[in-house]
């Protein structure tokens, strides 16, 4: 091995060499990242904008909020980044980044611990003194020490880390870790980064034996009180305080002071997970979604207020709000289908962003093809957008109730949203067959101008429809509030209908049936005349190129007009709530998320425009570069 102090780059770990199963672990990887994210994100904000929260136990859980967003963002964007575009590298600026932010927020973030536990003894133990001692002024210096204290543990160890030489580059980890940087080391300077380490270390457990002598002073105040349930309210508040400690430390201890011999790859990997992704991951719901105050913020923050239902329903035209379909009155299971909602709806605006912002910034697409791509981005982000985030909000909230103008907001925007978006699909289907079948026809027929007014025209029908439908169900008189779906659906609200009025949207939406129908047969025949084409094309390769984009054009299109013609136009019978969710989710749902991958990170120009706008160009040897744009083509 060469000496490498000056190498420009290392080598992270690869999760897997298997393709897919990059793939999978991005999206594992981003699901938690925005977990963490939104969950820290929402105590900041609530804490911020609530003046019952300015107090000194919601002001350090804001900042160990802060100090898990920046822990969890040192690593986790750089992994999903090198598992989506099948990278192992890191700068080496940018792994001395890593380092000093890590060590920067990893140990704020126990300090504030430390500062929380005392904060509680004073609160618990000396009551009477609290607001003498935990003062504002003490506040703020306390939160200051805690940051500055870790600014400089961060440049002490990181000054450590990168002061000796490399004989490799090649990191046994997914993110630059100091313990497995010194194995690295050429000379034995690396023994003082040791040093340094093991006296930060010393901290870390003289702060540990100070936050276990303060709980034992809690515990037994605790048990001193008369009232049961004031002793076990004070108890779940602390067991999970000690529980979260206790895991950031000695799982920090474990990585960072254990021999430096070939440990396993995945025991260093879990060993990394437990204390730098867990910790971030589980604080916001371990010390405030199950907080009254919090909760109370977070409600204020939404508007969503819990609506009370009454035993008999009377004629609720003027009612405030409607109640919406809860897959489940179990407490664990709308938090597992809000995890699993938030994981949906992060991928498909992630996907959908990177194609408008690919489309937008890059000029080698700006050409009639992508610049309804983008249309259709823009759409599909829309179309998700008017019915997740609600839903995703009722079930962490532990609500069902939409005001009756969120409601009507809901059924013209979905409306808008996904009849612009069949409107655009069929005129992408139309630019494929001038482009394949009349290629010396393309740029007159195709030009700027029709471009353009093809996309206002999609626009405008679908702003049309959307008004149309609108007032047509909101026309008629309601005699419940109880929508059997997770969302205004309209098929739904029929059904609450007191009056006939409900005849006149039903013909609406028989017409836009036809009106879909007529679209939907024009995309048939202009892929039978591509189909015909293609066919006769010399080329093998050319003609599974172009069927292998035909057949997913119209797998989606299908999908879209079969499950929705199903979900509008079927008989309003009381058919199973399970099956009006499946048909809901596979016109409204499963499209906006599966579009930007059919359409686009297969295609080679999206995925060089992605390289070029995220800037990574560094990809493995062994012509792996060679290999994935013949992929792709």
């Known amino acids: 091995m060469p000496n490498l102090t000056s190498t420009s780059e290392f080598l992270l770990l690869e999760f897997s060499d298997t393709r897919d199963l990059q793939i999978l672990h991005f999206f594992v990887i981003l699901a938690i990242y925005v977990t963490a994210v939104t969950g820290n994100l929402l105590i900041i904000i609530a804490v911020v904008l609530d003046h019952h929260l300015h107090t000194p136990m919601y002001f350090f859980l804001m900042n160990l909020a802060v100090t898990d967003l920046g822990s969890v963002s040192v690593m986790v964007p750089k992994a999903m980044a090198n598992a989506l575009l099948n990278t192992r590298s890191i700068s080496y600026s940018g792994c001395v980044a890593q380092v000093f932010f890590h060590f920067l927020f990893s140990g704020s973030d126990f300090a504030l611990l430390t500062i929380m536990a005392h904060d509680r003894c004073v609160a618990i133990c000396r009551p009477l003194q609290y607001e003498t001692i935990m003062h504002t002024g003490t506040c703020i210096r306390m939160a200051a020490s805690a940051w500055i204290a870790s600014i400089l543990n961060a440049t002490l160890n990181t000054g450590g880390t990168f002061a000796f030489t490399f004989c490799s580059n090649i990191i046994n980890q997914f993110f630059c870790e100091v313990p497995q940087i010194i194995k690295l080391s050429c000379s034995d300077l690396y023994l003082i980064e040791i040093g340094i380490l093991m006296f930060s270390c010393g901290l870390c457990g003289?702060?540990?034996?100070?936050?276990?002598?303060?709980?034992?002073?809690?515990?037994?105040?605790?048990?001193?009180?008369?009232?049961?349930?004031?002793?076990?309210?004070?108890?779940?508040?602390?067991?999970?305080?000690?529980?979260?400690?206790?895991?950031?430390?000695?799982?920090?201890?474990?990585?960072?002071?254990?021999?430096?011999?070939?440990?396993?790859?995945?025991?260093?990997?879990?060993?990394?997970?437990?204390?730098?992704?867990?910790?971030?991951?589980?604080?916001?719901?371990?010390?405030?979604?199950?907080?009254?105050?919090?909760?109370?913020?977070?409600?204020?923050?939404?508007?969503?207020?819990?609506?009370?239902?009454?035993?008999?329903?009377?004629?609720?035209?003027?009612?405030?709000?409607?109640?919406?379909?809860?897959?489940?009155?179990?407490?664990?299971?709308?938090?597992?289908?809000?995890?699993?909602?938030?994981?949906?709806?992060?991928?498909?605006?992630?996907?959908?962003?990177?194609?408008?912002?690919?489309?937008?910034?890059d000029h080698n697409l700006h050409m009639p093809m992508y610049f309804f791509l983008m249309n259709l981005g823009i759409l599909d982000l829309g179309s998700i957008s008017v019915m997740l985030p609600k839903a995703m909000a009722n079930y962490l909230m532990n609500s069902r109730f939409i005001s009756y103008s969120g409601c009507m907001a809901q059924v013209f925007c979905l409306f808008f949203f996904v009849g612009a978006d069949f409107a655009i699909l069929t005129i992408m289907a139309h630019d494929r067959h001038i482009a394949i079948c009349h290629p010396l026809q393309y740029e007159t027929v195709m030009h700027e101008g029709a471009c353009i007014q093809m996309a206002a025209s999609a626009w405008i029908s679908g702003l049309l429809y959307a008004t149309l439908h609108t007032c047509g169900t909101f026309a008629i008189t309601f005699c419940s509030n109880i929508i059997n779906q997770f969302f205004c659906e309209v098929p739904q609200i029929i059904k609450l209908s007191c009056s006939d009025l409900y005849l006149i949207e039903i013909g609406i939406l028989l017409f836009?049936?036809?009106?879909?129908?007529?679209?939907?047969?024009?995309?048939?025949?202009?892929?039978?005349?591509?189909?015909?084409?293609?066919?006769?094309?010399?080329?093998?390769?050319?003609?599974?190129?172009?069927?292998?984009?035909?057949?997913?054009?119209?797998?989606?299109?299908?999908?879209?007009?079969?499950?929705?013609?199903?979900?509008?136009?079927?008989?309003?019978?009381?058919?199973?709530?399970?099956?009006?969710?499946?048909?809901?989710?596979?016109?409204?749902?499963?499209?906006?998320?599966?579009?930007?991958?059919?359409?686009?990170?297969?295609?080679?120009e999206i995925k060089t425009a992605l390289l070029k706008l995220t800037g990574f160009r560094h990809f493995p040897q062994r012509g792996s570069r060679e290999i994935l744009l013949a992929k792709l083509g």
Do not use: D, W
């Not at 260093?268 to 405030?288: E, R, T």
């Not at 923050?301 to 609720?316: A, D, F, R, V, W």
């Not at 036809?514 to 202009?526: Q, S």
């Not at 906006?592 to 991958?597: E, I, K, W």
């Open 206 to 361: 003289g702060c540990f034996i100070y936050v276990i002598i303060t709980y034992m002073k809690i515990f037994a105040t605790v048990l001193r009180m008369p009232s049961v349930q004031g002793r076990k309210k004070a108890l779940s508040t602390c067991l999970p305080h000690l529980t979260v400690v206790s895991l950031l430390l000695f799982t920090g201890l474990f990585a960072y002071v254990k021999p430096p011999s070939n440990t396993s790859s995945e025991m260093n990997v879990i060993c990394a997970v437990m204390y730098a992704i867990l910790p971030p991951l589980l604080n916001p719901f371990i010390y405030s979604m199950r907080n009254k105050e919090i909760k109370t913020a977070l409600l204020k923050l939404t508007g969503n207020l819990q609506l009370n239902i009454e035993s008999e329903m009377p004629n609720l035209t003027s009612t405030s709000g409607f109640l919406l379909l809860g897959f489940s009155e179990v407490k664990e299971l709308q938090i597992l289908n809000f995890f699993v909602l938030l994981a949906v709806y992060l991928v498909a605006v992630t996907g959908n962003l990177l194609i408008i912002i690919a489309v937008v910034l």
């Open 512 to 604: 836009s049936c036809v009106l879909f129908g007529g679209c939907f047969i024009y995309i048939i025949i202009t892929y039978m005349k591509i189909f015909a084409t293609v066919l006769r094309m010399p080329s093998v390769n050319s003609r599974k190129k172009a069927l292998s984009t035909c057949i997913p054009h119209l797998t989606v299109v299908s999908l879209l007009l079969f499950t929705g013609t199903f979900a509008y136009v079927r008989p309003p019978s009381n058919t199973s709530s399970e099956l009006n969710v499946i048909c809901a989710v596979m016109y409204a749902i499963l499209p906006p998320l599966l579009n930007p991958f059919i359409y686009s990170i297969r295609n080679k």
